[in-house]
């Protein structure tokens, strides 16, 4: 019998594989989200390193009253990701939901990023 975790690393692996096919050498836009917090990166993997990140854990959101358990902080970390991005140089991305349904705090944080400039 598979454990919760062997299906969320099958679901995860089964989305990277399909990114690696269709993202014609972009970067990836990663998502992690906890229980009380989510993570943004934009990954070149191609060259192995992260070209720019965010997340509810920075001061500047902490100070500004957002937790990261709810939508309203991963919009604003999605605002932050894509200003970092067009920063670094980075217009065109892939976005790598990880084993999470597009949903949620995901889908609002992949909206906001969509707002502050990115394409994907």
């Known amino acids: 019998m598979a454990t919760q975790q062997g299906l969320q690393e099958r679901r995860r ?3 990277r594989y399909q990114l690696r096919r269709k993202s014609g050498g972009r970067p990836r836009l ?11 990166q934009v990954i070149d993997d191609a060259a192995g ?32 990701i894509a200003e970092r991005a ?7 991305v892939v976005f790598d939901r990880g ?3 597009y949903h949620g705090r995901v889908k609002a944080l ?3 990023a969509r707002e502050g400039g990115l394409s994907f």
Do not use: D, H, W
């Open 99 to 101: 084993a999470y349904l």
């Open 30 to 40: 990663s998502v992690f989200r906890s229980g009380k917090n989510i993570y943004a």
């Open 110 to 112: 992949a909206e906001a």
């Open 49 to 80: 390193r992260t070209l720019a990140s965010a997340s509810t854990m920075e001061k500047t959101l902490r100070e500004s009253g957002k937790t990261g358990a709810n939508i309203e902080a991963a919009q604003a970390v999605g605002k932050l």
């Open 86 to 92: 067009l920063a670094a140089g980075v217009g065109k």
């Open 13 to 15: 692996q089964r989305l």
